[in-house]
């Protein structure tokens, strides 16, 4: 089976991290996979020493890209391309088109990353959902939104967790290392935010509850991740540090590329999103043995149960992150038993070996089906 991965987003989040992992995957498994994305692209960076078979494309008008299109069914066709598996929506058009002009008609697999808030059933949406084989999401909230809002068939619909892989436990020495060299209390109640900088991902709700917690006795310590995506809610948020006097308390680590080296370093990880399609960190987090807070929203409940894999709040409440916090702080017992009870559940629901069988399975069905 000879698969192209395509994916010609320029930015780095969950989604374009899916499409390297997966074509990282295939050519580490002796699967024939080529991959087409935009040059100076994040992802190019990443797949630069892969070793990989690489093609650029970069549509100049991307709501119809015949020529890009036209190059790319000459990959399809030139490569004998059976699966054209498809990540952001904006090439969608442009795998359908290329599909189109394709001699070998390859089967089309796109999978959706981020939440759908309107309906897609006039001739241009119609004209791409009916090129697509097989529609895969992220999480049952995401399903129901493709049943309600798109022009697909349910049998064109399918359920594929993300796998994330096994992490080796963290290293008490290393932990140390981390926290004396970047200025992290050893003794103090480590939380963990990683997430792009900007309002979206609510880091200034977590500086809020701590402002909230109780000051008498309480050594809690917040640590953010991640690049600086708004350099003006930064700066927004270093004022707010200030004002609160929080400057002890607070610390900016930066971007780190691999984090799930250094959450077990830490008590506690949270995301304080508004509203994430999935909640990635969190579940490489519970793989991590480390206790999870996240907002009773999106598709984060799909993930944490309260009270027995982890604990959630409502989004932008403040008092009621402070409030899951400083019970984690106060019942060690209990911060270790959704810690167990969380790892259990990401090992079980979100295995990598389980999530790649099942997208090869998936393939390997389109492959074979009767057209």
Not at 197 to 220: C, F, S, T, W
Not at 326 to 331: A, F, I, P, V
Request: one cysteine or more; charged letters at 25%; glycine letters at 6%.
């Amino acid at each position: 089976m000879k698969i192209l991965e395509l994916c010609t987003s320029s930015g780095w989040g969950g989604l374009e991290l899916y499409a390297w992992q997966v074509g990282r995957w295939l050519h580490q498994h002796q699967h024939h996979c080529v991959v087409v994305i935009a040059p100076g692209s994040l992802l190019s960076e990443r797949f630069a020493d892969s070793g990989m078979q690489i093609n650029y494309c970069n549509p100049r008008f991307r709501p119809l890209p015949l020529l890009a299109a036209r190059r790319l069914s000459k990959i399809l066709d030139g490569q004998s391309i059976d699966i054209l598996h498809v990540h952001w929506n904006k090439d969608l058009i442009l795998a359908v088109l290329a599909k189109r002009f394709s001699r070998r008609k390859p089967k089309l697999v796109f999978i959706r990353h981020m939440a759908l808030t309107r309906h897609k059933r006039d001739v241009y949406h119609r004209f791409i959902y009916n090129g697509i084989d097989k529609y895969l999401v992220i999480t049952k909230r995401l399903y129901a939104e493709a049943k309600q809002f798109l022009p697909l068939g349910e049998d064109k619909i399918e359920l594929l967790y993300h796998g994330v892989p096994v992490f080796e436990p963290a290293d008490p020495a290393s932990c140390r290392d981390f926290c004396a060299t970047h200025h992290v209390p050893e003794k103090a109640f480590k939380i963990l935010l990683p997430g792009r900088i900007e309002h979206y991902k609510g880091q200034h709700v977590l500086l809020d509850a701590m402002k909230r917690m109780p000051q008498a006795g309480v050594n809690a310590h917040v640590t953010l991740l991640g690049h600086v995506m708004d350099e003006a809610y930064f700066s927004n948020l270093q004022q707010q540090i200030k004002r609160d006097k929080l400057e002890d308390k607070v610390h900016y680590l930066g971007f780190v590329d691999k984090p799930t080296d250094i959450y077990g370093c830490f008590d506690v990880v949270v995301l304080s999103t508004y509203a994430e399609t999935f909640g990635l960190v969190l579940v490489e987090a519970m793989k991590c043995g480390v206790a999870v807070v996240g907002t009773n929203a999106g598709g984060v409940p799909e993930i944490i149960e309260h009270e027995k894999t982890g604990l959630l709040y409502e989004p932008g409440d403040a008092a009621g992150l402070a409030d899951c916090l400083h019970r984690l702080l106060e019942d060690k017992a209990l911060r270790q038993r959704l810690a167990k009870a969380g790892k259990d559940y990401a090992d079980e629901v979100f295995s990598e070996q389980q999530h790649y069988a099942k997208l090869m399975q998936i393939f390997t069905d389109l492959t074979t089906q009767n057209d």
